[in-house]
Every structure is written in C-alpha cells, then in structure tokens.
C-alpha cells in the first residue's frame, strides 16, 4: 500500500498483520531518498511500491539497525545504484559497506542528523526544518500503537527500549529543533502540529526536573 502523505513524501507499507503496518518512506525531493528498508523478507513488496510510485532511489538513509528498519539492505543496494548512509554506532550485517557513516549532527542533504538512543543506542532521527519535517526512527511512537487516539505522540514501549530514561531524554532532544510533521515507523504519523504534540507527551502538567526528582 502506497500513501502520499505529504507532497512528495510516500509512506510505502511493506507488511500489515494484526493491525501493525511495517512501512519504508520515499522522499522525492532533489535526490530521491529512501529512509529505512523494511524486512529481508517484504523486500519484494518494497520495489513494487517504489515502482508503483514511478521514482527510484538515489539515497538510502538507515536510522538504525533494527531487522525492520535494516532487512533489506542488501536487496536494496542491489536493486538500486543508491548512496548508502547508516549510523556510526550500527554493527550492519552485510557483504556491502556502506557509503558513508553519520553522526550526530551530520548534514545529509537536507536532513540534520540527531542523535536520539534509548530505544536503541544507535536510533537516529532526521530533521529538515526547512520542511518542517522530522523523520524519528523509532525514537517516537504513534499514539494509536499503544491503542490511544490518533493524532498524538508516545515513547516507544519499554518492550522495545533499550533504556527508557535514555528515551525520555531523547524526545526532549528532539524540541530544541523545529517541525510541524513526525513521520513515525509505529502508529499512524502526525502531519499537522507534531512539535506540540510531542511537547505535550514530554513536558506533562507538573514535570519535575530530572536532578531535582532524582
């Protein structure tokens, strides 16, 4: 399934089962930028989707090494003649290195690279303020993942965090850019006012500071 969910940006589904869509995003912008790949195994439902879409990729931009976001790495580079960019802290099982290594704070193209672990010590979100635009990885969930509305903005679960204080802090990285769409991998993205959304899941009535707490 293919969704244009905002000019130019496509939300390629590669597998839904059980109410959870695996998806891949398709940026078509100067130099068409795939971010993430899906399975190994939904590879096949990945090209269909790029073909449908009538744009290949010249870039693949990995946010971190989760099966889900990394499977079909080596499918992808060898269906597409793509620059390759994967964190620096990713141990990428594969034959093919990768082009180039990024790290917090590094441009690529109109992406800033940050740094935000706690799902995984490698997760990397992607901001593009100029579009107002912030790709998280899985540093952000939607809401309706955990069976809230739509529309709003979690952590991801601690049954899939790696260290959910590290997580925490992660999202409050996240506010110091700005940015009106979050495309997430899990749940439903929020196209309109995802920084205030995620400021409202972040800086709850009555927060404390964290030495203050601690």
Known sequence: MIDEVLPDVYDVTVSESDGRRMRVYLLNRTVPTLVDTGFAE???????????IGTEPERLIVTHGDSDHVGGYDAVVEEYDLETWVPEETDLDSSVEPDKRYGHGDEIGPFEAVHTPGHQPDNYALVDEDAALLVPGDAVFGADFR?????????????????????????????????????????SAVLEGGYDRLDEFVNFPGKPEWATYR
């Open 147 to 187: 069976g809230l509305p739509e529309g709003y903005l979690v952590a991801p679960p601690a049954l899939y965090s790696d260290d959910v204080n590290e997580a925490e802090r992660s999202m409050e990285r996240l506010l110091e850019y700005e940015f009106d769409a979050v495309l997430v991998f899990h749940g």
């Open 42 to 52: 939904t590879t096949d439902a990945l090209f269909d989707g790029i073909e449908a």
